[in-house]
């Protein structure tokens, strides 16, 4: 969850990168505040001694810190910017943690699982601790080993041995980062369960939680494996596993530059990001199709004769991306005529799941490191199940790991909550359905490049609709004192409800709930009382079933127990117009495709809501963007 970013230059005499290790690792720190922002800090080598500042709160409360105590010039350092687990977002507990008298700090992404009995081990050694974090306990056991077990090998190697030493003997999903004093120009880091990215420059190193940490440096970058264990300097890279042997990264060419991460003259990150959606939709579409409208998804290297006898798929995510696989399985059993489920990772793999080579596992994250969902894909391939991994990330752990994946080439997602991510992986997981249906001949070639000709019209369609948001925009910031505010809908309908709901919950930190429309009457409906605001989320009058009729019923229905009413409808319905406060036009698209549109006006309105209480969008209480912990 947490951001980490490394760095070492050249020492003075050298070739002089023109780079002081403060500034990189403070802009490295600023793009990655998204992963947590309880608190941040950051550590140098200079002189011969390790100098540190951490402060509580954001970044800007490090900032002003370092402004009030300037830390010395140095070409090596290391930063943190926290999402608390192991104790509160106190000073005392920020990152970095120092250990061996002071010469060594530590910063740490994850969980140390068996801190408390190597904590005994090292209380018993004499070692006091000041904080109340399992970090702590790493920084503790590494300098131990460096200091006591090294038998005085305190050469270059020294700090990669104690390293791989240490974590030998720790569990759980971690990425570490450290230097020492006596190695004035190394940073040491290691990597299990939890992300870790190089970035390869001239004359100077880099490490981070992902490419954001250094993008404004390098565009090259290495993505490092499982256990493995990396040694930066200036001139060199050098990986190996956690027993000393040697190992191999991937190198790959980051395809987006810092401008993409900028806000592009928005207020927020978030409201960029929504208007980023017709491209983020149009970019997840290009290169996936023929001119005779077959889909050709290269990435999905996977024997076609394999995903022909697939009988069953499961789709894993968890929060945003649990909702598109919602929205996902409709079109997919519709098309497929596949069973679908729909899975909570970190309920998956603890109900004992039917899962066997037949199968096929969607796993849907946005970061690619979503340590519920890593788990379970894991837990699937133990199985004999086929994985197919749809994420925004380049080089991240899940697509790693699995046999397959379909980049959704959204960009950058910096606000916390998301918004183009969701549509993108909604977009790709169309066509994962669509392809299934061309290998298996459930649908006509014809009837696939229809449907795909209805999907290259969504950007255009998401664009009338954000060109048209002052009036959704007014009502988020005239509801800005509601207490609870409730969503409806059917069909695809209904997962675009309970994602309308969460934005609410995430940016405004109100009572939401959504529910399938036809529940109502099942309990929910004794939630409405006089004022009490109903989204609802009415599906297209040309659809199928009458499904319609049953919706503008349930407005009904609430209207007359004094709810206050406002709908997401197709342009030219105008028979909700009668039972609305508010009506909100989406443009004509097939039922299908329709949570691309209606899902729009939902996240503007949680945005203007939440701004209007004067929130920070971008960053909410208590979240991160990429949940790296179980």
């Not at 910017?81 to 970095?96: F, I, K, L």
């Not at 991306?321 to 996902?328: H, K, P």
């Not at 409800?497 to 405004?508: F, H, P, T, Y």
Request: charged share 25%.
């Amino acid at each position: 969850m947490c951001g980490i970013v490394g760095y070492v230059g050249h020492s003075a005499g050298r070739v002089n990168t023109g780079h002081n290790a403060l500034d990189v690792v403070l802009e490295g720190l600023r793009r990655l505040e998204y992963r947590g922002y309880d608190s941040a800090g950051i550590a140098v080598v200079a002189d011969g001694t390790i100098s540190s500042r951490k402060k509580s709160g954001k970044l800007n409360n490090l900032i002003a810190e370092l402004e009030a105590s300037p830390l010395p010039e140095s070409v090596t350092g290391i930063g943190h910017t926290r999402w608390a687990t192991h104790g509160g977002p106190t000073d005392q507990n920020a990152h970095p943690h120092l250990a061996d008298d002071g010469k060594l700090a530590l910063i740490h992404n994850g969980i140390i699982e068996n801190f408390a009995e190597l904590k005994l081990d090292l209380l018993g050694k004499g070692v006091e601790f000041r904080s109340e974090t399992d970090t702590e306990v790493a920084a503790a056991l590494l300098g131990d080993i460096y200091r006591n077990q090294l038998h005085g090998d305190h050469s270059t190697g020294g700090l990669t041995k104690a390293m791989q030493l240490a974590c030998q003997r720790l569990e759980g999903a971690f990425t570490l980062l450290a230097v020492h004093a006596d190695q004035p120009d190394v940073v040491v880091a290691a990597r299990r369960n939890s992300p870790l990215v190089v970035g390869l420059g001239e004359g100077e190193n880099f490490l981070g939680s992902d490419v954001s940490g250094f993008i404004d440096y390098t565009r090259r970058a290495v993505e490092l494996g499982q256990d493995q264990i990396v040694t930066i300097t200036a001139d060199s890279v050098e990986i190996t596993d956690f027993y000393g042997a040697p190992a191999e990264g991937k190198e790959y060419k980051v395809d987006w530059d810092p401008a993409s991460a900028e806000k592009g003259g928005f207020p927020s990150f978030m409201e960029k990001e929504i208007h980023d959606q017709p491209d983020a939709v149009l970019q997840t579409l290009l290169g996936r199709s023929d001119i005779h409208g077959r889909l050709t998804l290269d990435e999905l290297r996977i024997d076609p004769e394999l995903l022909k006898s697939v009988d069953k798929i499961i789709v894993l995510a968890c929060g945003t991306s649990a909702y598109a696989g919602q929205v996902a399985k409709y079109a997919i059993e519709r098309w497929c005529r596949i069973p679908t489920e729909v899975e909570l990772s970190h309920e998956f793999r603890y109900r004992d799941p039917i899962v066997d080579e037949n199968t096929l596992i969607v796993s849907i994250s946005q970061s690619g490191e979503t340590m519920d969902t890593l788990m379970a894909v894991r837990y699937a391939k133990e199985q004999g199940a086929k994985t197919v991994s749809i994420c925004n990330t380049n080089g991240s752990t899940i697509p790693r790991e699995s046999d397959a994946v379909l980049y959704t080439h959204a960009g950058p997602e910096i606000a916390v909550a998301s918004t183009k991510a969701f549509l993108a992986q909604i977009t790709a997981a169309y066509l994962l359905g669509l392809y299934l249906a061309q290998l298996r001949g459930n649908k006509f070639q014809g009837e696939i490049k229809d449907i795909l000709a209805d999907l290259g019209k969504i950007p255009a369609k998401i664009q009338q609709i954000l060109d048209n948001e002052g009036q959704i925009k007014e009502l988020g910031a005239a509801m800005a004192d509601a207490k609870s505010v409730l969503f409806l809908g059917r069909h695809v309908g209904f997962p675009v409800a309970m994602e309308g709901a969460l934005k609410l919950k995430e940016l405004a930190y109100i009572h939401a709930e959504g529910f399938a429309a036809g529940e109502l009457k099942h309990g929910p409906i004794a939630l409405i009382e006089e004022g009490q605001p109903v989204f609802v989320v009415v599906p297209s009058p040309r659809g199928r079933d009458s499904l319609h009729a049953k919706v503008v019923s349930n407005i009904q229905e609430v209207r007359a127990r004094g709810a206050k009413t406002i709908v997401i409808a197709e342009e030219g319905d105008e028979a909700v117009q009668a039972y609305a406060e508010h009506v909100f036009y989406i443009p004509e698209t097939p039922t299908l495709l329709a949570p691309l549109l209606s899902t729009v006006p939902l996240q503007i309105f949680a945005l203007a809501l939440a701004s209007a209480k004067g929130y920070d969008v971008d960053q909410p209480r208590n979240l991160a963007k990429s949940v790296t912990v179980e």
